[in-house]
């Protein structure tokens, strides 16, 4: 079974710095989705950026990035030009490619807090 | 208009009651799905359904059961609801082959006394 780990449960930045959320995945499989949601207050879950296994090229979504490091099993997202909006709960997730295994697996997630 | 809509957004029980979390979907996905977050354990998957005739168990489905009662709603329900059980539930969908994200609806916020 695939296992998605966010070491870090929370995290500070300042506003218009950059922060680096880290996530590291376990799997066997070689064709895979990669995704990261944000959780603002409002407490609904929005895609920030995904990312598809067999492409090399790393994402990217205007101030957010990542870093798939494919053979290390990690996945990281870059908020550059942090801004106060930023500030929400992060969750990484990974999704298999195999027919009837389209479901997501969360991380605990992350706590971000973006400091005026 | 919301794309995945839930009902009711919070919710209050007692223990013992039978209560129904109802998400209803107009994206036209066949797959629907429930999961619960709790703090610090992230989002885990109860039930998924690929199409109204196709229902799986997902992570932690004891005590829950679902209802598929068309391709765009899909409810869950706690035949007798307990304190551990409360929790903020969300549906979602997603559309197979195509998108690869699923859609969140808001969520709903059990609290069981």
């Known amino acids: 079974a695939q296992t998605v780990t966010q070491s870090q449960p929370e995290m500070s930045v300042q506003e218009a710095e950059t922060v680096t959320l880290s996530c590291t995945y376990d799997?066997?499989?070689?064709?895979?989705?990669l995704f990261w949601y944000k959780q603002p207050p409002s407490r609904q879950m929005i895609l920030v950026i995904r990312q598809e296994a067999y492409k090399q090229q790393n994402a990217t979504e205007n101030r957010f990035s990542v870093n798939f490091q494919k053979a290390a099993k990690s996945f990281s997202l870059k908020i550059s030009d942090s801004q106060l909006g930023d500030a929400a709960m992060y969750f990484c997730?990974?999704?298999?490619?195999?027919?009837?295994?389209?479901?997501?697996?969360f991380g605990k997630g992350m706590k971000l807090t973006v400091n005026p | 208009d919301a794309d995945v809509t839930q009902t009711p957004r919070n919710r209050i029980t007692k223990t013992g009651k039978r209560i129904m979390l109802e998400c209803s979907q107009t994206?036209?996905?066949?797959?629907m799905y429930w999961y619960r977050q709790d703090p610090g354990l992230g989002l885990r998957l109860i039930y998924y359904?690929?199409?109204?005739?196709?229902?799986n168990k997902g992570e932690i489905s004891d005590g829950y059961s679902v209802s598929r009662q068309a391709q765009a709603k899909f409810s869950l329900s706690l035949e007798s609801a307990i304190p551990n059980q409360t929790a903020l539930y969300f549906c979602?969908?997603?559309?197979?082959?195509?998108?690869?994200?699923?859609?969140f609806g808001p969520g709903t916020r059990l609290t069981v006394l």
């Open positions: 359904s690929f199409d109204v005739k196709d229902i």
């Open positions: 997730a990974y999704r298999s490619t195999q027919g009837g295994s389209e479901k997501l697996v």
């Open positions: 979602a969908t997603s559309d197979f082959p195509g998108e690869e994200e699923q859609f």
């Open positions: 994206k036209g996905h066949d797959r």
């Open positions: 799997t066997s499989e070689s064709d895979y989705y």
